[in-house]
């Protein structure tokens, strides 16, 4: 088997990618959604793939694997790696946690980030309240929740003087900032977290992603003023979203000063640039994200040199679609016991279409918490042309072709 071509299309903000070979057999990717711009970036790693067999996995991230780099090109190589796991699980006729060592666990835990604007809610106290009401009448009955909080989320903006710094209203994301938080900001940051989780009550976990934007010291005072909560973790206080290095080493002196759970990863790519957090037990819990990091096999690895050091994995991936939904499903199926739940990619939802426009999945396939891994071959989800193609970009036309 050769690959003859590969082809990157953006529908509904989202690149998807398609690696066509000469048996037919072609194999499926997706990019997280805010990233139309990684569609190029795809495309010029085209020339490293043609010829080779996909089924080789390995043989063939060899080749570009270097090219990865910070994101987004390590967004793009991700994306082809689990292609490749596609094809390879549908020549074997097996699914991919097979190719990977087989599923440890018939279904799988997700939790779910769950964003204000969800449910009309800003950062009062009281809005945190209500947070938490509409997160548990949710569909799919999960059990646990991500809350965006203080630098992750518009409370720094919303709060007057949350910290002493500048403020950048209309920014693409609500959190380009830093700085020392006020007394007044931490106070009232600590107030509506304590709000959620009481509202929440008994059988339901709550992670708090909260920066970055912390300095470190402020970051400890938060985690130890919330550990009364019993917290799943605290995310992202000091380097996470779109931070081209990871500080291990400040992240350590918070983790090791507190009981709450510290957690970072999603952004970090490949093995090599999570060695220092792992070995240095600079974190509890660690969070690559299958699109960034490298792809599924490279956050298995991770996830099994994690757990020889007692650090648990929780994998991110709100933004990553409906193949990235089938992905996350097949990795966590085959991780070690240190696996906690993956983030579920909701985005996508909102789309209205996405599940009229593949097979694999009828509709949200949550219930209480917990998916059913499949034993479809590949990543068990496929594509629907003819119904896919109304969404297609006019210079995209020929994706399906």
Known sequence: MKITDVKCAVIANSPVVRIVTDEGIDGWSQIETPKPYVHPIVLQLKPWLIGEDPTTVERVMKRIRSRGGFKPWGSAVSAIEIALWDIAGKAAGVPVHKLLGGKVR???????????????????????????????????????????????????????????????????????????????????????????????????????????????????RFAKALEPLHLLWVEDMITGDYSPFVNADVYRDVTHATTTPIHTGEEIYLRQNFKDLIEKHAVNVIGPDPCDVGGIAELKWIAEYADLHGIAIAPHGTANGVFGLARLIQVAACLPDNYIAFEYPARFEADGFWYDIVDGFDGNPVVNGEIEVPDRPGLGVNFIPEAAKAYLRPEDADFFD
């Open 106 to 220: 018939d279904t799988v835990r997700t939790y779910r980030t769950f964003y204000h604007h969800e449910c009309s809610a800003k950062h009062t106290v009281a809005d945190y309240t209500h947070w938490a009401a509409s997160a548990k009448a949710l569909p799919g009955g999960y059990k646990m929740f991500k809350l965006p909080s203080s630098f992750h989320s518009a409370m720094a903006t919303e709060f007057p003087n949350y910290f002493y710094g500048e403020t950048h209203a209309g920014a693409p994301y609500p959190y380009p900032h830093r700085g020392l938080v006020t007394e007044e900001g931490f106070e009232h940051a600590v107030a509506a977290v304590t709000a959620a989780k009481e509202a929440l009550g008994p059988g339901y976990g709550l992670a708090v992603d909260a920066g970055p934007g912390y300095l470190a010291y402020d970051a400890l």
